[in-house]
């Protein structure tokens, strides 16, 4: 039976509602983006596994490790399925996104990008997207290339043409995690693969609000997190076309993912246990697998319904502030995350005053210190929304807004 | 609604935000220390002026963040007059902490703190 996303229905399946350790309270979650949440039904299988199948997978021939084995596989079928992969071997396991990118730089671009070559970026990515690439280029005496955006947040993706020139590898992020942009990669994907140019997709922010169908974007790479989609942490996937996955040389080494060894060499693994050196995080792995069945007992449709009203019900409730400044595009251009800044109020100052109220909202720069660069501001403040918030979250935190402004206002007229 | 009766700040630190104390700039000072939080946009430059046995007879500091940062660094203006370098350098961080009457969160210390680590030319431990 599907759940409905109803105000009270989703907050009650998240104990640390009830059960936080905080003074104020209710806690008003507003920091999701950070990341989320979890079930009780995510906590509890991952309880489960330790429970009940704990064992190490593809090791033993003795009952507890064969049903442990095939939960964890079922498992990797569960999430190729949420993303529409072809084949469940395309599913690699990965600490995270920052993992899974750092992943590809190593085993697929050092193999496969040479001296000269550019990568082509933007200038709103997170540092998980932008670090490595640096790192590689540094290393591989590669040159880097970015997308800019402009007032209103979107990328500018004029002359694509002339900015592919060059390229070996396109590199973006699918929605911000700080402007909300939802960036046309499928527009992306397509002028690059016209030009034979492979295309990494950092989904952290979507995997968590939209059904992702990598076939149908046809994107070589695909990165998300668990912790953000109501999984445990420690868990993040790489999805990978098969013709990249066997171009790709290996990336951490050692058990598991070897084929055989002798004291001078080894051969490896097929993918994608050449790619998971070492016992892997199992009861993650379980707990990802739940937390995608949570979600799809909503429904992803719902899922991404739910993001559209309630982000656009804060946007436009912030709109009429007239000392906000909102960063990125307008509603229906984005999703999970509002940027915004107060007047005349430091970011960390806002989210100080919000936090004695029980509203937990994120100041910074959000991991994204190029794009806070090109905004021309030292941090911002950030709320933002999953499917535990309810449109009385968001009236609370604009009553809360509102007084904030009100009582700074008085504060500085006092000054002598 | 509660909240409407609730401080932002505690008076002190909200004092010295909106009527910062020795604000300015000294033409021929004698030492300037100037230090940055990267993370936060937090800046602070102190310029100070030497009297005879070393004490400071003139402090002047601007800077830019949020209202914790800039508020202790006021406040630790006026800490320093007819104080030596060295005695300012060594004052302990909780002893600051505690001058500045309000309970701060770990990461908010790191703004509270700037100042002093500014003055004592070191880097903040993470």
């Known amino acids: ?13 998240f104990p640390i509602f009830k059960k936080a350790k905080v003074k104020m309270k209710p806690l008003v979650y507003l920091d999701s983006t950070a990341t989320s949440q979890k079930p009780i039904s995510v906590i509890s299988a991952m309880t489960d596994w330790y429970e009940r199948y704990n064992a190490n997978v593809h090791r033993g021939v003795y009952e507890l490790s064969e049903n442990a084995t095939q939960r964890y596989e079922t498992a990797r079928r569960v999430i190729a399925s949420f993303i529409k992969a072809p084949n469940s071997r395309q599913i690699i396991y990965t600490k995270g996104t920052t993992e899974s990118i750092n992943l590809v730089a190593s085993a697929w671009g050092k193999k496969n990008l040479h001296a000269g070559d550019t990568i ?42 002339k900015k592919l020139k060059g390229v070996k590898l396109v590199s973006v992020v699918y929605v911000s995690n700080v ?81 055989s060894v002798t004291l001078h060499s080894s051969t490896f693994a097929q993918y994608p246990v050449k790619f998971e050196a070492g016992t892997q995080a199992m009861a993650e792995v379980v707990g990802l697998a739940e937390a995608i069945n949570y979600l799809q007992t909503i429904g992803m449709s719902q899922v991404a319904k739910h993001d559209q009203m309630i982000v656009t019900y804060a946007y436009q409730q912030m709109k009429q502030i007239s000392e906000i400044e909102i960063y990125g595009p307008s509603a229906h251009k984005r999703s999970g995350a509002i940027a915004f800044n107060v007047k005349g109020i430091h970011a960390h100052d806002l989210a100080t005053f919000f936090a004695d109220f029980g ?39 604009i009553k809360v807004l509102k007084n904030i402004i009100s009582k700074w206002k008085k504060i500085n007229s006092r000054s002598t | 609604m509660f909240y409407e009766h609730m401080d932002l700040y505690q008076q002190k630190i909200m004092d010295h935000y909106v009527n ?107």
């Open chain 1, 120 to 161: 082509l970026l933007t200038t709103m990515e997170h540092h998980a997207n932008l670090v490595p690439w640096q790192q590689l280029a540094k290393e591989k005496k590669l040159k880097l290339r970015f997308f800019d955006f402009n007032q209103q947040g979107e990328l500018i993706l004029d002359n694509l043409t």
């Open chain 1, 1 to 13: 039976m599907k759940k409905r996303i109803t105000t009270r229905d989703i907050k009650r399946d």
């Open chain 1, 359 to 397: 509203i937990c909202i994120r100041a910074g720069h959000h991991c994204a210190q190029p794009l806070h660069d090109k905004l021309g501001i030292p941090a911002s403040a950030r709320v933002s929304f999953y499917i535990y918030n309810n449109k009385q979250d968001v009236d609370y935190f």
């Open chain 1, 179 to 259: 402007l909300g942009t939802i960036n046309p990669v499928k527009k992306i994907i397509n002028a690059a693969h016209a030009q034979g140019i492979p295309v990494l997709l950092d989904a952290a922010q979507v995997a968590p609000h939209f059904s992702i169908d990598v076939k149908a974007l046809d994107c070589d790479f695909l990165a998300f997190s668990g912790h953000k989609m109501l999984g445990p942490t420690g868990i993040g996937i790489l999805y990978a076309k098969q013709e990249r996955l066997l171009e790709m040389g290996v990336y951490q080494t050692g058990g598991d993912m070897i084929e």
């Open chain 2, 20 to 126: 910062p104390r020795n604000q300015g700039a000294i033409s021929d000072a004698d030492k300037v220390f100037a230090g940055k939080h990267i993370s936060c946009g937090d800046d602070i430059t102190f310029q100070v002026k030497i009297g005879k046995n070393k004490k400071i007879t003139q402090v002047a500091w601007q800077g830019s963040g949020c209202t914790i940062s800039q508020a202790a660094a006021s406040i630790l203006s006026e800490m320093m007059i007819d104080k030596k370098i060295t005695d300012v350098q060594k004052m302990d961080s909780q002893g600051f902490l505690k001058k500045l009457e309000i309970e701060l969160s770990p990461s908010r210390q790191k703004c509270a703190l700037l100042p002093l680590y500014t003055v004592k030319e070191q880097e903040m431990e993470n």
